[in-house]
């Protein structure tokens, strides 16, 4: 890819690992990647299997089998919820929440969702993305106000969920409307998303907006339209839901920053918004307001998540395919070559489950349990003990 694409996602990296809001806090924000070497590094057997995984700026939490967390990775702001804001090469448990039901993670903050419907935050808080009244950090889990939820989506700055009965509702940032309520104004607490009050199926919150599907099918977004995000064929923001133009009826949908991916009934990949690295997987280098066939997944995707730059989806056979910009290894084929369509991640064929994406890195679930990672490794990102970037995945150790 060009140099000045790759200028731009910097830019764009620099941004959601928090020097947006650094003005309003003395801690520091977490730095833009620098280039490392890949190295070589053994996979290892996991002594604990995982289930999920979530990536987030620079860290991720596997969940596993036992409904508990592990994070590794940046921990500046308190993300990784072990109670300090040391960074993690390796995993570290979350001990004060022992039955996650699932976890998802934000630029600087993380979330899970307890099998008895409450939702638990902890992180960077500087715009209330942790729901909890406030506007304080929390290295330990802080319950979000009043909420019951079954399913949840961490965003750079913002939080969004579906509750029990149905309804669509955020929390955190709001200047580009990301929060869907009509207004522009943040909120520490859940709000409303306007007009999404019911049947509401899963829920994705992006870098500055969100998305959700609903029990038929459709896909509304609202926030920042600026590269065609919200992917109803214009790129004029919204406070409120918009369809996104002519996609057939989905079952998810995910967010990245300026980026937008679902996977329709039909088990086809559709992406939409910023393209300028490949990240739309559809052969081109350019930006689209409304959803393009991501190359060669028209059928038998499982799983996508979508980042800054770059994406990745599991097929239902297990293998895992990722697509755009490459320059820390975050394709996983060993090689540092960014792509417009889909290549297949070294060593996952036939052997994924689940898949996360961060700023500049990829971890997936294996089928047998285990947690890989690739890209850049800076922060202990990628969890196997080391800083280096990796080409190839590389097995999280210490999964206990």
């Known amino acids: 890819m060009a140099r000045p694409r790759l200028t731009r996602a910097l830019a764009a990296l620099a941004m959601i690992a928090g020097t947006l809001i650094a003005a309003q806090s003395s801690t520091p924000a977490a730095a833009a990647p620098t280039k490392v070497a890949p190295a070589v590094v053994p996979m290892a057997v996991p002594s604990v299997k995982a289930k999920q995984i979530a990536s987030g700026g620079f860290h991720s939490c596997a969940l596993t089998v036992e409904n508990r967390l592990r994070c590794w990775g940046n921990n500046a702001y308190g993300q990784l919820g072990n109670g300090t804001t040391t960074n993690a090469l390796d995993p570290v448990q979350i001990s004060v929440l022992p039955n996650v039901k699932a976890v998802t993670a934000g630029a600087n903050h993380t979330c899970a969702l307890t099998t008895d419907g409450k939702v638990w935050c902890w992180g960077a808080n500087f715009r209330g993305e942790l729901g909890n009244g406030t506007t304080t950090n929390a290295s330990k889990p802080v319950q979000v106000a009043g909420l019951k939820a079954k399913s949840i989506s961490g965003g750079t700055s913002h939080t969004c969920a579906v509750t029990t009965s149905g309804k669509a509702k955020c929390w955190g940032y709001n200047l580009n409307g990301q929060l869907g309520n009509g207004t522009t104004n943040d909120s520490s607490v859940p709000v409303q998303v306007s007009g999404l009050t019911k049947k509401i199926k899963s829920i994705a919150a992006g870098g500055y907006h969100s998305c959700a599907v609903t029990t038929s099918g459709k896909v509304k977004c609202w926030g920042s339209n600026s ?33 937008t991916c679902a996977i329709t009934k039909k088990a086809a990949a559709k992406c939409w918004g910023l393209g300028i690295d490949g990240q739309l997987g559809n052969g081109k280098l350019t930006n689209s307001a409304k959803p393009v066939g991501v190359s060669g997944l028209s059928k038998k995707v499982k799983k996508i998540s979508i980042g ?64 890989k990672c690739w890209g850049y490794g800076g922060l202990g990102s990628l969890g196997y003990g080391g800083t280096a970037d990796q080409v190839a995945p590389v097995s999280v150790t210490k999964l206990y």
Do not use: E, M
């Not at 133009?245 to 300026?258: D, E, I, Q, R, W």
């Not at 599991?314 to 820390?328: A, M, P």
């Open 227 to 259: 590269q065609g995000q919200l992917g109803n064929n214009k790129t004029v923001s919204s406070r409120v839901p918009v369809s996104v133009y002519k996609l057939a009826a989905s079952t998810v949908v995910k967010a990245g920053l300026h980026t």
């Open 308 to 371: 800054v730059s770059h994406g990745c989806a599991v097929l239902t056979t297990g293998t895992v395919k990722c697509w755009g910009d490459n320059f820390y290894g975050q394709l996983g084929n060993r090689t540092t070559t960014s792509t417009v369509v889909p290549v297949t991640v070294f060593g996952l064929s036939k052997a994924a489950k689940d898949i996360g994406t961060g700023i500049s890195s990829s971890c997936a679930v294996t089928k047998i349990g285990g947690a």
